[in-house]
């Protein structure tokens, strides 16, 4: 499966923006979906992560209230709402798939075997 994330930009401290990945290939409904970030100068991170169904989500304490994902499975899509924004938030944003279930494994990047070419946003003060 092939991933596009988009949706990045600037946008000022308490604004909102939705990424969106776009995935081609086969069986995307099939794939549990993660989003990761990586700030410059600093490590990727989890940020939240989707099964297959839409049935389990997984936050990243920080991010939990602020961000929501989902999925459209007939889209092939899999989205991140982010309200809310600090500074803090300013990073590329990778989305990942997952062939495998999840379990309480779902933050490691080693559970991702796809990964889309990330987008960035921007949150000025």
């Known amino acids: 499966v092939q991933l596009q994330a988009f949706g990045g930009g600037l946008v000022q401290a308490g604004g909102s923006l939705r990424l969106s990945c776009a995935a081609s290939g086969r069986a995307f409904s099939s794939y549990n979906m993660g989003w990761f970030r990586q700030a410059p100068g600093k490590g990727r991170e989890f940020v939240a992560a989707?099964?297959?169904?839409?049935?389990?989500?997984y936050y990243v304490g920080s991010m939990k209230g602020r961000f929501t994902i989902s999925r459209d499975n007939a889209k092939n899509t899999v989205y991140l709402q982010m309200n809310s924004l600090k500074p803090e938030d300013a990073a590329v944003y990778y989305c990942?798939?997952?062939?495998?279930?999840?379990?309480?494994?779902?933050?490691?990047?080693?559970?991702?075997?796809?990964w889309g070419q990330g987008t960035l946003v921007t949150v000025s003060s």
């Open positions: 989707i099964s297959w169904n839409g049935g389990n989500l």
């Open positions: 990942a798939a997952a062939p495998d279930r999840l379990g309480t494994y779902y933050d490691r990047e080693d559970k991702y075997r796809y």
